[in-house]
């Protein structure tokens, strides 16, 4: 299975628009890329935005960004179309997007944080933290088996959705709002493999890891990862929940391609701000693309001669706790394949002909995106998008444009 085939199958259901008529979308100048600065000495980069420009075009996407950091800098960076298009708002360097489940890669870092202070382990098992997780149905009698170890690698057998029930109900909520909502579904869940045996991606395992933070820190989840993880690592356009005040104005909308009864396709708008409740663990960053860079630098130790900065890094997580989090702890690859697949903890691997690629991809609301680092040459690459599809699934730009912008790691 090859590089681009193990990030499609760790994706989420990234399903995006197939090309519609031309009344359902902006007017294609609305639509096209703003400048850029040139960046011809970046090898693959016009390659890139080629295929960046055209899929974006072909699935009738909104808005998206696109960047490129080397060394811990902005070496290169694409905006295309709109943020907001109701305002003719573009979307530039200061326009804020929704990362969905990249936010993870913030909860596994809280727990290691948490490990490395002598406050929990790895091999600690969830039901001493949430002993209500023993209604779940389990076939394989292992409920009390299951570590935060495996939590963090998608490996203890729970359900993907954290809310498995819509049907498109107007009263429906977008995601569980309270705990209690999650405590009450417990006893009408089950363990979808033995604990350990296998991979099998889980959003609601990354609230139960929350859970554990907030009991050991005392703090909400939010509070404890922007006092620990975001206001170190100096994001501060980093944000959960509602938009601040101060960044409202760049706040990027969000939009989806549907089809009513009658076949009819139009484009909704989905609104600025949405509340992912209870998923905030798993799924709630808001930030500028900038922001990902910075954190992107903190992955890759780009602190460029800034002891002050790699000091306040070390603080945030040791170099070689960072490099524990990118071992696989399950293999997602067959035995011998060319490029080795897997997850660690928080973060999915890939290693192929002597180095690794590490990331995540994301997907709430509308917005699609994904981050890429290779940490060996501090390079790395992110994508987002602000336009979902909910018509079927078909052609998606979000693969098309993974492939270019894994190239740009090789």
């Known amino acids: 299975m090859s590089l681009v085939s193990f990030v499609r199958r760790v994706s989420l259901a990234l399903v995006l628009a197939p090309s519609l008529s031309p009344s359902l979308s902006p007017s294609l100048a609305a639509q096209k890329p703003a400048a850029q600065k040139p960046a011809a000495s970046l090898g693959g980069w016009a390659d890139f935005v080629h295929t960046f420009d055209a899929e974006c075009d072909s699935a009738r996407i909104v808005g998206a960004s696109a960047i490129l950091v080397q060394d811990g800098r902005i070496v290169a960076r694409r905006d295309y179309g709109l943020a907001d298009r109701a305002r003719n708002q573009r979307t530039d360097e200061r326009t804020i997007f929704h990362y969905g489940s990249i936010t993870k890669t913030l909860t596994a870092l809280a727990i290691l944080?948490?490990?490395?202070?002598?406050?929990?382990?790895?091999?600690?098992?969830?039901?001493?933290?949430?002993?209500?997780?023993?209604?779940?149905?389990?076939?394989?009698?292992?409920?009390?088996?299951?570590?935060?170890?495996?939590?963090?690698?998608?490996?203890?057998?729970?359900?993907?959705?954290?809310?498995?029930?819509?049907?498109?109900?107007?009263?429906?909520?977008?995601?569980?709002?309270?705990?209690?909502?999650?405590?009450?579904?417990?006893?009408?869940?089950?363990?979808?493999?033995?604990?350990?045996?296998?991979?099998?991606?889980?959003?609601?395992?990354?609230?139960?890891?929350?859970?554990?933070?907030?009991?050991?820190?005392?703090?909400?989840?939010?509070?404890?990862?922007?006092?620990?993880?975001?206001?170190?690592?100096?994001?501060?356009?980093?944000?959960?929940?509602?938009?601040?005040?101060?960044?409202?104005?760049?706040?990027?909308?969000?939009?989806?391609?549907?089809?009513?009864?009658?076949?009819?396709?139009?484009?909704?708008?989905?609104?600025?701000?949405?509340?992912?409740?209870?998923?905030?663990?798993?799924?709630?960053?808001?930030?500028?693309?900038?922001?990902?860079?910075?954190?992107?630098?903190?992955?890759?130790?780009?602190?460029?001669?800034?002891?002050?900065?790699?000091?306040?890094?070390?603080?945030?997580?040791?170099?070689?706790?960072?490099?524990?989090?990118?071992?696989?702890?399950?293999?997602?690859?067959?035995?011998?394949?060319?490029?080795e697949q897997g997850v660690g903890l928080g973060f999915f691997v890939a290693r192929e002909q002597g180095h690794t690629i590490i990331g995540h991809t994301g997907s709430q609301a509308a917005f699609n995106s994904f981050l890429w680092v290779r940490p060996d040459t501090k390079r790395a690459v992110m994508v987002v998008f602000n336009t979902d599809t909910e018509i079927q699934e078909g052609r998606s730009p979000f693969n098309p444009v993974q492939r270019a912008a894994l190239a740009l790691l090789r």
């Open 113 to 339: 944080q948490l490990r490395d202070r002598g406050k929990l382990t790895l091999d600690d098992k969830i039901t001493r933290y949430i002993p209500e997780l023993r209604q779940v149905h389990d076939a394989y009698g292992m409920i009390d088996s299951i570590t935060l170890r495996m939590l963090l690698s998608h490996s203890a057998g729970f359900q993907n959705p954290t809310w498995p029930y819509k049907a498109g109900k107007s009263w429906e909520p977008f995601e569980p709002t309270t705990w209690n909502q999650l405590l009450a579904m417990m006893p009408y869940q089950e363990l979808h493999f033995r604990p350990g045996s296998r991979f099998g991606y889980s959003n609601p395992g990354y609230i139960y890891l929350a859970r554990v933070i907030e009991q050991l820190s005392g703090d909400p989840w939010e509070t404890y990862v922007q006092k620990n993880v975001l206001t170190p690592l100096g994001l501060v356009h980093s944000y959960f929940g509602a938009t601040p005040y101060w960044l409202a104005a760049d706040r990027s909308n969000n939009y989806s391609h549907v089809k009513d009864s009658t076949g009819a396709e139009s484009l909704r708008t989905n609104g600025r701000d949405f509340d992912p409740g209870i998923t905030i663990p798993n799924g709630g960053w808001n930030a500028p693309l900038s922001d990902l860079a910075n954190y992107s630098a903190f992955l890759m130790g780009a602190a460029n001669g800034d002891t002050a900065l790699a000091r306040r890094w070390d603080f945030v997580m040791p170099r070689a706790t960072l490099e524990e989090m990118w071992k696989p702890v399950v293999m997602t690859s067959e035995p011998g394949a060319a490029v």
